[in-house]
Antibody, heavy 125, light 107 residues
Framework: QVQLQQWGAGLLKPSETLSLTCAVY????????WSWIRQPPGKGLEWIGE???????NYNPSLKSRVTISVDTSKNQFSLKLSSVTAADTAVYYC???????????????????WGQGTTVTVSS | DIQLTQSPSFLSASVGDRVTITCRAS??????LAWYQQKPGKAPKLLIY???TLQSGVPSRFSGSGSGTEFTLTISSLQPEDFATYYC?????????FGPGTKVDIK
Protein backbone atom coordinates (compact mmCIF):
# COMPACT_ATOMS: atom_id res chain seq x y z
CA GLN A 1 0.00 0.00 0.00
CA VAL A 2 1.42 3.31 -1.09
CA GLN A 3 2.05 5.87 1.63
CA LEU A 4 3.29 9.44 1.43
CA GLN A 5 5.26 10.94 4.28
CA GLN A 6 6.08 14.63 4.22
CA TRP A 7 8.24 16.91 6.31
CA GLY A 8 9.70 20.39 6.43
CA ALA A 9 10.03 23.55 8.46
CA GLY A 10 6.80 24.64 10.10
CA LEU A 11 7.63 28.22 11.11
CA LEU A 12 9.04 30.77 8.72
CA LYS A 13 9.65 34.50 8.72
CA PRO A 14 8.41 36.71 5.90
CA SER A 15 10.69 36.65 2.83
CA GLU A 16 12.11 33.21 3.71
CA THR A 17 11.79 30.14 1.49
CA LEU A 18 9.37 27.35 2.35
CA SER A 19 10.87 23.91 1.76
CA LEU A 20 8.93 20.63 2.04
CA THR A 21 9.73 17.08 0.96
CA CYS A 22 7.41 14.15 0.36
CA ALA A 23 8.64 10.55 0.29
CA VAL A 24 6.80 7.75 -1.48
CA TYR A 25 6.79 4.35 0.23
CA UNK A 26 5.41 1.02 -0.89
CA UNK A 27 4.74 1.70 -4.53
CA UNK A 28 6.04 2.76 -7.88
CA UNK A 29 7.28 6.29 -8.33
CA UNK A 30 7.29 6.31 -12.10
CA UNK A 31 4.12 6.49 -14.14
CA UNK A 32 2.41 9.02 -11.89
CA UNK A 33 2.24 12.73 -11.33
CA TRP A 34 2.96 14.00 -7.82
CA SER A 35 1.25 17.11 -6.55
CA TRP A 36 1.35 19.77 -3.87
CA ILE A 37 -1.86 21.29 -2.52
CA ARG A 38 -2.36 23.77 0.30
CA GLN A 39 -5.20 24.81 2.58
CA PRO A 40 -5.16 28.12 4.50
CA PRO A 41 -6.72 27.97 7.98
CA GLY A 42 -10.48 27.57 7.71
CA LYS A 43 -10.44 27.79 3.90
CA GLY A 44 -10.57 25.57 0.86
CA LEU A 45 -7.98 23.69 -1.17
CA GLU A 46 -5.55 25.30 -3.60
CA TRP A 47 -3.55 23.34 -6.15
CA ILE A 48 0.10 24.44 -6.21
CA GLY A 49 1.61 22.25 -8.90
CA GLU A 50 2.79 18.81 -9.91
CA UNK A 51 5.75 16.86 -11.26
CA UNK A 52 6.29 13.45 -12.81
CA UNK A 53 9.23 11.07 -12.45
CA UNK A 54 10.90 12.62 -15.48
CA UNK A 55 10.81 16.06 -13.94
CA UNK A 56 8.05 17.49 -16.12
CA UNK A 57 6.18 20.13 -14.12
CA ASN A 58 2.95 22.10 -14.16
CA TYR A 59 2.43 25.05 -11.83
CA ASN A 60 -0.43 27.23 -10.73
CA PRO A 61 0.13 30.57 -12.51
CA SER A 62 -0.84 32.40 -9.33
CA LEU A 63 2.29 30.99 -7.64
CA LYS A 64 4.50 30.14 -10.59
CA SER A 65 7.02 32.93 -10.09
CA ARG A 66 7.80 31.67 -6.57
CA VAL A 67 7.37 27.89 -6.85
CA THR A 68 9.81 25.14 -7.71
CA ILE A 69 8.87 21.46 -7.56
CA SER A 70 11.66 18.95 -8.02
CA VAL A 71 12.07 15.20 -7.93
CA ASP A 72 14.73 12.79 -6.66
CA THR A 73 13.94 9.45 -8.22
CA SER A 74 16.84 7.74 -6.43
CA LYS A 75 15.04 8.36 -3.14
CA ASN A 76 11.43 8.26 -4.42
CA GLN A 77 10.96 11.80 -3.15
CA PHE A 78 9.67 15.06 -4.50
CA SER A 79 10.00 18.51 -3.02
CA LEU A 80 8.37 21.93 -2.92
CA LYS A 81 10.10 25.25 -2.58
CA LEU A 82 8.13 28.48 -2.28
CA SER A 83 10.19 31.63 -2.10
CA SER A 84 9.53 35.02 -0.54
CA VAL A 85 6.77 33.79 1.72
CA THR A 86 4.28 36.11 3.40
CA ALA A 87 1.54 35.60 5.95
CA ALA A 88 -0.77 34.72 3.04
CA ASP A 89 1.25 31.52 2.56
CA THR A 90 0.30 30.26 6.01
CA ALA A 91 -1.50 26.98 5.38
CA VAL A 92 -1.47 23.23 5.73
CA TYR A 93 0.51 21.85 2.81
CA TYR A 94 -0.27 18.41 1.42
CA CYS A 95 1.52 16.20 -1.06
CA UNK A 96 -0.57 13.79 -3.12
CA UNK A 97 -0.34 11.22 -5.88
CA UNK A 98 -2.28 11.85 -9.07
CA UNK A 99 -3.67 8.53 -10.14
CA UNK A 100 -3.37 7.56 -13.79
CA UNK A 101 -5.99 5.08 -14.93
CA UNK A 102 -8.20 3.94 -17.78
CA UNK A 103 -11.77 5.16 -17.72
CA UNK A 104 -14.15 4.22 -20.51
CA UNK A 105 -11.21 3.48 -22.79
CA UNK A 106 -9.37 6.74 -22.12
CA UNK A 107 -6.16 6.81 -20.11
CA UNK A 108 -5.90 9.94 -18.02
CA UNK A 109 -5.37 11.64 -14.69
CA UNK A 110 -8.66 11.61 -12.89
CA UNK A 111 -8.01 12.26 -9.21
CA UNK A 112 -5.58 12.36 -6.31
CA UNK A 113 -5.81 9.01 -4.59
CA UNK A 114 -3.03 9.02 -1.99
CA TRP A 115 -2.28 11.97 0.29
CA GLY A 116 0.40 12.85 2.78
CA GLN A 117 -0.48 13.69 6.36
CA GLY A 118 -0.11 17.44 5.85
CA THR A 119 2.40 19.91 7.21
CA THR A 120 1.31 23.09 8.95
CA VAL A 121 3.39 26.04 7.80
CA THR A 122 3.08 29.34 9.61
CA VAL A 123 4.65 32.55 8.34
CA SER A 124 5.10 35.12 11.08
CA SER A 125 7.64 37.73 12.03
CA ASP B 1 -8.88 29.22 -15.03
CA ILE B 2 -11.93 26.98 -14.71
CA GLN B 3 -14.07 28.07 -11.78
CA LEU B 4 -16.03 25.50 -9.82
CA THR B 5 -19.03 26.40 -7.71
CA GLN B 6 -20.71 24.11 -5.24
CA SER B 7 -24.21 24.19 -3.83
CA PRO B 8 -25.20 24.25 -1.15
CA SER B 9 -22.22 25.57 0.78
CA PHE B 10 -23.68 24.17 3.98
CA LEU B 11 -26.08 21.29 4.50
CA SER B 12 -27.74 20.16 7.69
CA ALA B 13 -29.02 16.57 7.50
CA SER B 14 -29.95 13.58 9.61
CA VAL B 15 -28.62 10.03 9.62
CA GLY B 16 -30.41 8.08 6.91
CA ASP B 17 -31.10 11.12 4.73
CA ARG B 18 -30.38 11.18 1.02
CA VAL B 19 -27.98 14.03 0.31
CA THR B 20 -27.10 15.63 -3.02
CA ILE B 21 -24.32 18.13 -3.64
CA THR B 22 -23.93 19.94 -6.96
CA CYS B 23 -20.72 21.15 -8.59
CA ARG B 24 -20.83 23.43 -11.62
CA ALA B 25 -17.89 24.27 -13.85
CA SER B 26 -17.46 27.61 -15.64
CA UNK B 27 -16.70 25.71 -18.86
CA UNK B 28 -16.97 22.13 -20.04
CA UNK B 29 -14.63 19.65 -18.39
CA UNK B 30 -15.93 16.41 -19.92
CA UNK B 31 -15.79 13.86 -17.10
CA UNK B 32 -12.56 15.10 -15.52
CA LEU B 33 -14.11 15.70 -12.12
CA ALA B 34 -13.23 14.20 -8.75
CA TRP B 35 -14.98 14.36 -5.38
CA TYR B 36 -13.18 14.37 -2.04
CA GLN B 37 -14.27 14.08 1.58
CA GLN B 38 -12.33 15.94 4.25
CA LYS B 39 -12.73 15.63 8.00
CA PRO B 40 -11.26 18.19 10.43
CA GLY B 41 -7.51 17.89 10.77
CA LYS B 42 -7.26 15.22 8.09
CA ALA B 43 -6.16 15.08 4.48
CA PRO B 44 -8.85 14.88 1.81
CA LYS B 45 -9.95 11.41 0.73
CA LEU B 46 -10.80 10.57 -2.88
CA LEU B 47 -14.38 9.30 -3.19
CA ILE B 48 -15.26 9.54 -6.88
CA TYR B 49 -13.12 10.08 -9.98
CA UNK B 50 -13.98 10.56 -13.63
CA UNK B 51 -17.29 12.03 -12.43
CA UNK B 52 -18.92 8.70 -11.65
CA THR B 53 -16.33 6.02 -10.84
CA LEU B 54 -16.26 4.93 -7.21
CA GLN B 55 -12.76 4.85 -5.74
CA SER B 56 -11.76 1.45 -4.40
CA GLY B 57 -12.80 0.96 -0.78
CA VAL B 58 -15.40 3.73 -0.77
CA PRO B 59 -18.88 2.64 0.35
CA SER B 60 -21.46 2.18 -2.39
CA ARG B 61 -23.82 4.72 -0.77
CA PHE B 62 -21.63 7.33 -2.49
CA SER B 63 -22.29 7.95 -6.17
CA GLY B 64 -21.43 10.59 -8.73
CA SER B 65 -22.95 11.69 -11.99
CA GLY B 66 -22.71 14.36 -14.64
CA SER B 67 -20.51 15.54 -17.45
CA GLY B 68 -19.67 18.79 -19.15
CA THR B 69 -20.46 21.53 -16.66
CA GLU B 70 -22.83 20.04 -14.09
CA PHE B 71 -22.05 17.26 -11.65
CA THR B 72 -23.61 15.76 -8.55
CA LEU B 73 -22.41 13.77 -5.58
CA THR B 74 -25.12 11.74 -3.87
CA ILE B 75 -25.00 9.96 -0.53
CA SER B 76 -27.93 7.58 -0.59
CA SER B 77 -28.25 7.13 3.18
CA LEU B 78 -26.16 9.42 5.32
CA GLN B 79 -24.12 7.69 8.01
CA PRO B 80 -22.57 9.26 11.14
CA GLU B 81 -19.09 8.99 9.63
CA ASP B 82 -20.18 10.99 6.55
CA PHE B 83 -20.40 14.31 8.37
CA ALA B 84 -17.55 16.19 6.74
CA THR B 85 -16.72 18.75 4.07
CA TYR B 86 -16.92 17.69 0.43
CA TYR B 87 -14.90 19.23 -2.40
CA CYS B 88 -15.05 18.79 -6.15
CA UNK B 89 -11.95 19.20 -8.32
CA UNK B 90 -11.50 19.51 -12.07
CA UNK B 91 -8.58 17.78 -13.81
CA UNK B 92 -9.49 18.80 -17.35
CA UNK B 93 -7.09 21.72 -17.63
CA UNK B 94 -4.43 23.66 -15.80
CA UNK B 95 -4.40 25.00 -13.22
CA UNK B 96 -6.31 22.28 -11.45
CA UNK B 97 -9.03 23.91 -9.37
CA PHE B 98 -11.24 22.92 -6.46
CA GLY B 99 -14.74 23.95 -5.55
CA PRO B 100 -15.20 25.97 -2.35
CA GLY B 101 -16.57 22.99 -0.44
CA THR B 102 -19.88 21.83 1.04
CA LYS B 103 -20.00 21.20 4.76
CA VAL B 104 -22.42 18.47 5.79
CA ASP B 105 -23.45 18.84 9.41
CA ILE B 106 -25.68 16.98 11.78
CA LYS B 107 -29.26 18.22 12.03
Amino acid sequence: QVQLQQWGAGLLKPSETLSLTCAVYGGSFSGYYWSWIRQPPGKGLEWIGEINHSGSTNYNPSLKSRVTISVDTSKNQFSLKLSSVTAADTAVYYCARVQVTMVRGARGRYGMDVWGQGTTVTVSS
Amino acid sequence: DIQLTQSPSFLSASVGDRVTITCRASQGISSYLAWYQQKPGKAPKLLIYAASTLQSGVPSRFSGSGSGTEFTLTISSLQPEDFATYYCQQLNSYPRTFGPGTKVDIK
